[in-house]
T-cell receptor, first 109, second 114 residues
Framework: GQNIDQPTEMTATEGAIVQINCTYQTSGFNGLFWYQQHAGEAPTFLSYNVLDGLEEKGRFSSFLSRSKGYSYLLLKELQMKDSASYLCAVLGSNYQLIWGAGTKLIIKP | TAGITQAPTSQILAAGRSMTLRCTQD?????MYWYRQDLGLGLRLIHY???????GKGEVPDGYSVSRANTDDFPLTLASAVPSQTSVYFCASSDSKDYTDTQYFGPGTRLTVL
């Protein structure tokens, strides 16, 4: 079957760095996405990886290893507004997104 | 630009009643999607449309139907609602000319079936 795993919840301190991991087993791979979702709001696009390596975008970076079926989202200089759920999703062989359940990130002052 | 709009924002519906959730996008994206999001689960695809005039079934299509008469609108209909359809429903769209196929989401409709 197809599966996306990510931790249910993480806690971090304002100003610190946090890494949110995502492992996947899918039939086919056409890219991996990270989305941010604040409580009660729609998911918004953060990053896309299709090749191995690190993609940096400001305070956020995303890493992919296709051979290991593994990705992480790295958030630096955490701010209170980063408190949200972070969703990992893989674009499978049929070009439909398979979604993880999301990681709820709690930022403490 | 408005992006994607959904209506209504929330609704309480009696079991057995029908309802149509509306979704409109102004980005001229060719592909559109309907998802449901339930606590502890990832987003699950209900139906999708790759282009106007075509639709397809996703992971959880039973009890739902869609139509795509034009590029902008993609309504989702519940013919006879059941309590298990209580969920938050998100509409999304993507542009196949965008090689990443990034999906953009509407604000969601919170539906409660009693």
């Amino acid at each position: 079957g197809q599966n996306i795993d990510q931790p249910t919840e993480m806690t971090a301190t304002e100003g610190a760095i946090v890494q949110i991991n995502c492992t996947y087993q899918t039939s086919g791979f056409n890219g991996l996405f990270w989305y941010q979702q604040h409580a009660g709001e729609a998911p918004t696009f953060l990053s896309y990886n299709v090749l191995d390596g690190l993609e940096e975008k400001g305070r956020f970076s995303s890493f992919l290893s296709r051979s290991k079926g593994y990705s992480y989202l790295l958030l630096k200089e955490l701010q209170m507004k980063d408190s949200a759920s972070y969703l990992c999703a893989v674009l499978g062989s049929n070009y439909q997104l398979i979604w993880g359940a999301g990681t709820k990130l709690i930022i403490k002052p | 630009t408005a992006g994607i709009t959904q209506a209504p924002t929330s609704q309480i519906l009696a079991a057995g009643r029908s309802m149509t959730l509306r979704c409109t996008q102004d980005m001229r994206h060719n592909a559109m999607y309907w998802y449901r999001q339930d606590l502890g689960l990832g987003l699950r695809l209900i139906h999708y449309s790759n282009t106007a005039g075509t639709t397809g079934k996703g992971e959880v299509p039973d009890g739902y139907s869609v139509s795509r008469a034009n590029t902008d609108d993609f309504p989702l209909t519940l013919a006879s609602a059941v309590p298990s359809q209580t969920s938050v429903y998100f509409c999304a769209s993507s542009d196949s000319k965008d090689y990443t196929d990034t999906q953009y989401f509407g604000p969601g409709t919170r539906l409660t079936v009693l």
